[in-house]
């Protein structure tokens, strides 16, 4: 059976730019009790423990979201959060793409201050390992962190920007649902339960954050969607989608975690921004739960541009 969240269902708030307006709750969208349904049986169809979803529409202006303020541990979709940090620190002048940095292995855990290290065996990507003791470009460690989900690019990212400088970057843009709490790998945190955890409203925010363009430069904004679009992990969101699709993701999984969060591109219709986050037993089969998120995907898909065909263009 799927966990409940504390609140289940509800709508998502519109950005902070925007005139307040009543939240869209599920009874506002077309269909919205047929998504719920869907996804708690592709949920429940392969024992996932729990199912946090949201979306938000650009084309018909509406989201909506299944338990999608229930708290799941972040596993790499963290590094989302981590890549705004980044990028606001470069638009805000504190820090330039180009600068150099010493790729180092050290790291302190942010429990008691002692010091550890990614294991190669535990990181995705060997670029960055094999470049301990040279230098590389923030851009470089920034794409590494996303694209091949580097764990010692995105420690290094968070050494030279600085945790709390972060949190204050997520406080800022007013993200609800993020909390960055530790680097990655640093298990004496994880063994006092000091975790980086996520909601799909929280994720959904961020990637907001990212797609609307007035937070950042163009160009600026351009780079980090061009990172999220080289995602090379496409067995979740983009799975479900139809070969036409365009997707910057960023995928999240550890043995009791699966999750997915991306802004899908369709020809002839603005993008959607949507959220899949799912728990398991640590014994759940890989492909099972890749394959619920990517059916996740194609639910919301067909619900999301269900009436595009009749409304046009219209907001």
């Known amino acids: 059976m799927l966990a409940a969240g504390r609140k289940g269902e509800r709508g998502l708030h519109p950005p902070a730019h925007e005139e307040a307006r009543d939240p869209v709750t599920i009874s506002d969208v077309s269909g919205g009790h047929s998504l ?3 996804i708690g049986a592709i949920g429940a169809e392969r024992g996932a423990e729990a199912v946090g979803v949201a979306y938000y529409d650009y084309h018909h202006r ?15 979709t963290i590094k989302v959060p981590v890549l705004l940090g980044v990028f606001d620190a470069i638009e805000q002048g504190r820090l330039k793409a180009q ?4 790729v180092r292995n050290r790291f302190l855990s942010a429990v008691d201050g002692s010091p550890y290290r990614v294991e190669p065996t535990r990181d995705a990507n060997s670029d960055v390992q094999q470049a301990i003791g040279r230098t590389m470009q923030i851009r470089e460690l920034a794409r590494h962190m996303i694209v091949t989900s580097s764990n010692l690019a995105t420690n290094l990212l968070i050494d030279i920007i600085g ?18 709490r530790r680097g990655v790998e640093d298990m004496k945190a ?34 980090m969607l061009d990172i999220l679009h080289a995602q090379e992990f496409r067995g979740g969101i983009p799975a479900g989608l139809p070969d036409n699709a365009k997707v ?18 369709l020809p002839d219709r603005e993008p959607y921004v949507v959220v899949v986050l799912t728990e398991w037993q640590p014994d759940a089969s890989v492909v099972g739960r890749k394959e619920t998120i990517a059916r996740i995907s194609r639910a919301v898909y067909e619900h999301v541009t269900d009436g595009d065909s009749m409304q046009g263009g219209a907001a």
Do not use: C, M, P
């Open 190 to 223: 994880w063994e006092q339960d000091v975790n980086n955890r996520v909601t799909a409203d929280g994720l959904l925010s961020t990637l907001r954050v990212i797609q609307e363009e007035e937070h950042f430069s163009e160009e600026l904004r351009a780079e």
């Open 163 to 180: 945790l709390n400088q972060i949190q204050k970057t997520i406080e800022r843009f007013g993200l609800h649902g993020i909390e960055l």
């Open 99 to 102: 600068s150099r940095v010493h």
């Open 248 to 265: 910057a993701n960023k995928t999240g999984e550890i043995s009791t975690v699966a999750h997915d969060a991306g802004i899908v591109s």
């Open 36 to 38: 719920h349904h869907q």
């Open 62 to 76: 509406i989201g909506w979201g299944y338990r999608a303020d229930r708290w799941f541990h972040a596993a790499s």
